[in-house]
């Protein structure tokens, strides 16, 4: 059974910073961070591919730094000089395989964390 437990969103005033946090159990290829805002389209944050290799959507290159933990497994997202713009439901999420092999920012994941919300104002 795949597991996914978020942690660590709230509200900030712009320029400021968040720390999300996902504790993963079970057995996955991959995963990364996604968001969400209503009525626009779900938007892969970072992730890591099968190689090891961080894709991060341009919007969060050089701001946003993922990171994974060892025990327990864990998907982490460091969000530095954060805008307006970056106000968004944030899943944690992971994929068996496939995408996993390429670019897995632009798939849909088969499991997901039940999401933390992230408002900057």
């Known amino acids: 059974h795949v597991q996914l437990v978020e942690s660590g969103g709230g509200s900030v005033q712009a320029g400021g910073s968040l720390r999300l946090s996902c504790t993963l159990s079970?057995?996955?290829?991959?995963g990364g961070w996604f968001r969400q805002v209503p009525g626009k389209e779900r938007e892969g944050v970072a992730a890591?591919?099968?190689?090891?290799?961080?894709l991060y959507t341009d919007a969060v290159k050089g701001r946003f730094t993922l990171s994974r933990g060892n025990a327990p497994p864990s998907l982490n997202l460091e969000m530095n000089n954060l805008t307006p713009e970056d106000s968004a439901m944030y899943c944690c999420?992971?994929?068996?395989?496939?995408?996993?092999?390429?670019?897995?920012?632009?798939?849909?994941?088969?499991?997901w964390g039940q999401g933390t919300q992230v408002t900057v104002s």
């Open positions: 079970g057995d996955t290829y991959c």
């Open positions: 890591f591919n099968s190689a090891g290799t961080i």
């Open positions: 999420a992971a994929y068996e395989f496939g995408p996993c092999d390429h670019n897995p920012l632009l798939g849909t994941p088969n499991y």
